[in-house]
């Protein structure tokens, strides 16, 4: 009889690719999400309205909406707001990323993704197109402050940084512009070039995709208009937490444009209170200002009830720091 001597085996896939291919997988594996999908897809139009599903479909508003949300989180469709309605956009890289990975199981071997295959960028001009705009527009704003060169290097610099974690690539350009003009603006405030009108707040923790998005968030609303806020993360994630954007939806509060930050020297000048949450060796000490260090847990990959109990612990502090400020709540 013969004896089987136990082998090395191949393991094609890393955990964190099967990660991200079960993620995929299980957000296609409900039918009305694959109908759904398989909708936007020959709309001739190119995209659907969130509301053209409540015809078509016999499920309430919030239903419709809770699978529209898992398949922009699994990456599989790209969403743009125009006024009050929600269209959606069927996201061609995803689709193609779990047919080549399924695909090549049957022929005995999985492909390598590489950084460089998602840095492959549109070639009809569209990046540039909107980058270009952006440097525009952040140049007028700036006038007098910082020279176009200074703006065109900011924006550029915000792209390549986000470009390299963001999982969805599709609305980076404009998440570039945007957090390049944070930075400006943060820069010209440490400078003396911009007044600050309230106090500056920087929340800051590892991925930035929890915990201080959640304060962020927070303390945006308990005192509007009265202290103005940032976040940033030491090692941005590539998404915010669903279960924290799940969190803070129960309190009304939409985080959904958000995106994790990489913390920069600029915005950390130009905050009077830095708050760490678990990251204070990576934050910069400059004189004038007021640390605080924070110790909640990392709402990563826990259930959203825990999550729950983080944002109102964060809640509470916030109640408490706000008080100190001398600022009162609405």
């Not at 390049?180 to 007044?195: K, M, V, W």
């Not at 927070?218 to 590539?238: C, D, E, N, W, Y």
């Not at 209170?273 to 605080?292: A, E, F, H, I």
């Amino acid at each position: 009889m013969s004896i089987c001597e136990p082998g090395i085996l191949p393991d094609p896939l890393s955990s964190e690719r099967t990660a991200a291919l079960t993620g995929t997988l299980r957000a296609l594996a409900d039918p009305v999400r694959l109908r759904m999908l398989a909708m936007i897809a020959a709309d001739p139009r190119g995209e659907a309205c969130g509301c053209d599903f409540t015809q078509a479909i016999e499920l309430s508003q919030p239903t419709l909406s809770h699978h529209l949300k898992v398949l922009y989180e699994a990456g599989l469709v790209s969403r743009r707001r125009e006024g009050t309605w929600t269209y959606y956009r069927v996201a061609p890289p995803a689709l193609t990323d779990v047919a080549d990975q399924l695909r090549a199981l049957t022929q005995g071997s999985v492909p390598e993704v590489h950084v460089s295959a998602h840095l492959d960028l549109p070639s009809d001009g569209t990046v540039e197109h909107v980058l270009a705009r952006g440097i525009d527009e952040l140049a007028h704003r700036f006038t007098g402050i910082f020279a176009r060169e200074t703006v065109d290097r900011y924006v550029h610099e915000s792209f390549q940084t986000l470009y390299r974690t963001a999982r969805i690539k599709t609305f980076v350009p404009i998440m570039a512009v945007r957090f390049a003009g944070e930075r400006l603006t943060a820069l010209a405030q440490s400078r003396g070039h911009l007044p600050k009108a309230v106090p500056e707040v920087l929340f800051v923790c590892t991925h930035n995709a929890g915990r201080s998005q959640m304060a962020a968030a927070l303390l945006a609303a308990m005192a509007p208009g009265k202290v103005h806020v940032r976040s940033a993360g030491s090692l941005p994630a590539a998404d915010v937490n669903p279960a924290v954007v799940e969190a803070l939806a129960e309190l009304g509060l939409d985080i959904g444009d958000e995106f994790p930050k990489p913390l920069t020297d600029d915005v950390v000048r130009a905050a009077d209170v830095v708050v760490t949450m678990g990251c204070g060796d990576s934050c910069p000490l400059y004189p004038g200002k007021r640390y605080l260090d924070w110790d909640l847990p990392d709402p990563a990959g826990r259930p959203v009830d825990e999550v729950r109990e983080v944002r109102d612990r964060i809640s509470a502090k916030l109640t408490t720091l706000l008080a100190e400020l001398g600022i009162a709540t609405h």
